[in-house]
């Protein structure tokens, strides 16, 4: 049986290692354009805090070949998935059994005017390395930061949101903070954040709004609700509604866009995200699974939901080969810790947007522990997750602690009380 996964990052890798521990013989192949996978989650760590950008790449070729697997690296061009076989940059043409695309979204940096000349971000690692050397010489002025509008489809029933996931512009927003503290220029700076949307934070609850909304009062950052950026020149940035606001750093989340290649296929909707049915199979073609970001399901783009997706995806593929085992439910949450600068972090926990009760917001010193333990874990086991003995063992503390999220001090709080 030959599988072939398109793309070997957060998805794809997930799906490859699953794949690998069932004791099916089967022929994997993991096609990527990139040589490493870039371990997004640790890029504001790059961007904000110097973090070196090798700390975050891992090479693909050695962690595939070594599990027995094949790779290629090669972009796919195109894919006939009528006829079951795909073709590469190089020329190549590819048959499978089965299809995973995992190959993620374009960040479309350059639709937005002016982005090139003057806008930063730290979504890639030319952007973040390119937004630190920015970082490290900027001394005085306005820094504004926020999500652009994304476009999404219509043909599955996921979450309506505006902005594929803000989590990194909160980390944006209280890593600066820190660093201007840090740098005692805080009095000769200022952050203002936008969201495209009349919700920052529009995919948790009230609780976890509330605990962030008042962590940016106490910290003087100003948020702008509504704002869809259209353009950014020296010192201004500027919005749909005709308003701009004063801007020496401008931070932006690109929009995400699906690879044109999807739509050219047919296999993409009106957007260019791949539709599913909740075992992450394609809506019209049975070979074909679709995880993480470009899977019109995931929203938002994330991760942890990513992964979780990668997982139903194995579990689906294993049941169609042996007629054994059975089909994770698709049960999506927000799972995710923001890094706040020093040893601060907030771990947020939510299931509000997919009608679930959990809303929890940790903003402690364990958080910002769990979130080094994740990245490092991450890198040195080559792109593996925490064993899922440890997973669940996090979500009982998360329960034991879910009546105390509140008791906390985060440390750098305390350290500046000393
Ligand atoms: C700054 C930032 C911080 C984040 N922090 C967090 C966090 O703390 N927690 C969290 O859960 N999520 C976080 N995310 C989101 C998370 O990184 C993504 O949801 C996740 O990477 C999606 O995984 P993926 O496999 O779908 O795509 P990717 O990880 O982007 O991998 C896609 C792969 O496909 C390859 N590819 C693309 N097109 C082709 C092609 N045509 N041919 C061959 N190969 C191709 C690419 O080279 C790439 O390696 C963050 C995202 C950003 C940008």
Redesign the pocket.
């Known amino acids: 049986m030959k599988i072939i996964i ?9 799906a490859y290692y699953r794949l690998k521990k069932s004791k099916e013989k089967l022929n994997i192949t993991v ?4 040589k ?9 760590e790059v ?1 904000f805090a110097g973090k070196s950008v090798k700390s975050v790449l891992i090479d ?1 070729e050695p962690i595939i070949t070594h599990k027995g697997g094949k790779y290629i690296n ?4 195109k894919i006939n998935p009528k006829l079951n076989h795909l073709h ?2 190089n020329g190549d043409k590819i048959e499978y059994d089965y299809l995973i695309i ?6 479309d940096y350059y639709s937005i005017e002016g982005f090139k000349e003057f806008g930063y ?4 690692d030319i952007q ?1 390395l390119k937004l630190w050397n920015k970082v490290k010489e900027f001394k005085k002025g306005n820094v504004v930061i926020g999500t652009a509008k994304s476009k999404f489809g219509t043909r599955v029933k996921a979450p309506k949101l505006i902005a594929p ?1 803000e ?2 512009v909160g ?1 944006a927003m209280f890593m600066l903070d820190y660093d201007f503290k840090k740098r005692k220029i805080d009095k000769e700076t200022s952050i203002n954040v936008f969201t495209p949307g009349e919700i920052f934070f529009e995919d948790v609850g009230n609780h976890v709004r509330e605990k962030v909304g008042k962590i940016m009062t106490d910290k003087n950052i100003t948020l702008h609700k509504n704002k869809v950026v259209t353009k950014i020149t020296k010192e201004e940035i500027h919005f749909s509604d005709s308003t701009s606001l004063p801007c020496d750093l401008a931070i932006i ?1 690109p929009p995400y866009k699906p ?1 044109p ?1 999807f739509n050219n296929c047919n296999l993409g909707d009106e957007a260019g995200f791949i539709p599913t049915d909740k075992t992450m199979k394609h809506l019209d073609f049975d070979s074909i699974y679709a ?5 019109a399901l ?1 929203q ?8 979780h997706q ?1 997982d139903i995806a194995v579990s689906a593929i294993l049941k169609e080969i042996t007629g054994k085992g059975t089909i994770i439910n698709y049960e999506p949450s927000i ?5 706040m600068g020093g040893l601060d972090a907030t771990l947020i926990y939510s299931d509000k947007l997919y009608n679930g009760k959990n809303d929890l917001a940790f903003h402690n010193p364990i958080s910002r522990m769990m ?1 080094w333990s ?1 990245d490092s874990y991450y890198y040195f086991t080559k792109g593996h997750m925490f064993p899922d003995f440890a997973v669940e063992g996090m979500e009982r503390f998360l329960k034991l602690f879910k009546e105390d999220e509140d008791k906390y001090i985060p440390f750098n709080e305390k350290r500046d009380n000393l």
């Open positions: 398109i793309g070997g990052g957060f998805a794809g890798l997930r096609i990527d354009k990139r490493q996978l870039l371990e997004k989650p640790a890029l504001p961007a693909l090669a972009e796919v061009i590469l940059d995992a190959s993620g979204v374009i960040k971000s730290m979504c890639d973040s996931c989590g990194p980390e989340i690879l290649l995880i993480g970001d470009i899977n995931a938002p783009k994330l991760g942890h939901i990513a992964v990668a799972f995710c810790i923001m890094n979130k994740f």
